[in-house]
């Protein structure tokens, strides 16, 4: 008799497309882009909801996901759902404080996490996996903005680098357990440096990239199962900030937008690709997330 088999979960093989939404081009913008499965960008679609930049996005529900707060301005606790086709749905009345420039991820498969975020803030609000948003948690680990974060280890989170004001810029990663707790600060490993932005790859690491301290970066951080940060790889890209990223075909990863028109894909096993013309609004301070 052969032995039954499960079927991967959607924590387990990760989700197939992703979304970019909004941002700044000049001007604030509501406008959004689809990821295939393959990692290539559509062309714009018309926003729905509040247009803003220094929002941020991740995963709930195994195939959903969820964009919240920024700065309209003034900043906002808003948030909008993406249904498992990709759809955004109009703004919810927000919960918790408003912010921008802060992070978000997912952990124990279903669920997210949004953190930190400007001015030098700490607060955490989970989502629950059916995309409804808690008030402040106390924050754990150092206040800051600009922070990056993602999934690894298949059900776990992290946060990591950001500022705690101006031109200062740390290096520290925070963890975020199956059960959405936020652990006390890790000693940084990397350069220290702001508005950078990471994705899961590999159906369970992570990648850290790009941002900005004198000026913008292209190097790379990669996140392992046990979610230990590694040194500074060598950027490959135009170097850039303040851009999005998210994973896609179930365990690849794409960096894009930020200024430059370029993106780059990042391979299971974490290999960030050369730069790519980038289809849609170039512009900088959007979100990203998977769904799918």
């Given amino acids: 008799m052969f032995p039954i088999i499960p079927a991967a979960s959607a924590a387990d093989s990760g989700n197939q497309e992703g979304i970019f939404a909004c941002g ?32 941020t996005g991740c995963e709930y529900g195994g195939d959903k996901g969820i964009f919240g707060y920024g700065d309209a301005p003034p900043e906002v606790s808003i948030t909008n759902l993406v ?17 921008s420039s802060l992070g978000a991820c997912d952990y124990g498969g279903d669920k ?20 409804v948003v808690s008030t402040d948690v106390t924050g754990v680990g150092t206040a800051r903005a600009y922070p990056g974060a993602c999934e690894y280890g298949d059900d776990k989170g992290i946060f990591g ?3 705690t004001g101006p031109y200062a810029y740390v290096s520290a990663t925070n963890l975020v357990s199956n059960v959405g707790v936020v652990s006390t600060d890790v000693a940084g490993v990397g350069t220290a440096r702001q508005a950078l932005i990471a994705c899961s790859f590999g159906g369970d690491k992570g990648i850290f990239g790009f941002g900005h301290t004198a000026g913008v970066l292209s190097m790379t951080n990669l996140v ?15 170097a850039r900030a303040s851009l999005a990223a998210t994973q896609y075909g179930g365990d690849k990863g794409i960096f894009s937008f930020g200024g430059p028109s370029v993106t780059n894909l990042v391979s299971n096993i974490g290999v960030v690709a050369s730069d790519v013309t980038q289809v849609g609004t170039t512009r900088s301070g959007l979100g990203g997330c998977s769904f799918n």
């Fill in 24 to 55: 700044n081009s000049g001007g604030r913008v509501g406008m959004s882009n689809l990821v295939s499965n393959a990692g290539v960008i559509a062309s714009d679609v018309a926003g729905v909801g509040t247009a803003r930049d220094g929002l």
């Fill in 83 to 99: 249904s498992n086709t990709g759809v955004i749905a109009t703004d919810t009345t927000g919960v918790g404080t408003a912010r």
């Fill in 112 to 131: 997210g996490i949004f953190g930190y975020g400007y001015l030098a803030k700490s607060m955490t609000n989970l989502v629950s996996n059916v995309g």
């Fill in 161 to 163: 680098y950001g500022c």
């Fill in 224 to 238: 392992s199962n046990a979610g230990v940060v590694a040194t500074d790889v060598a950027g490959v890209g135009t």
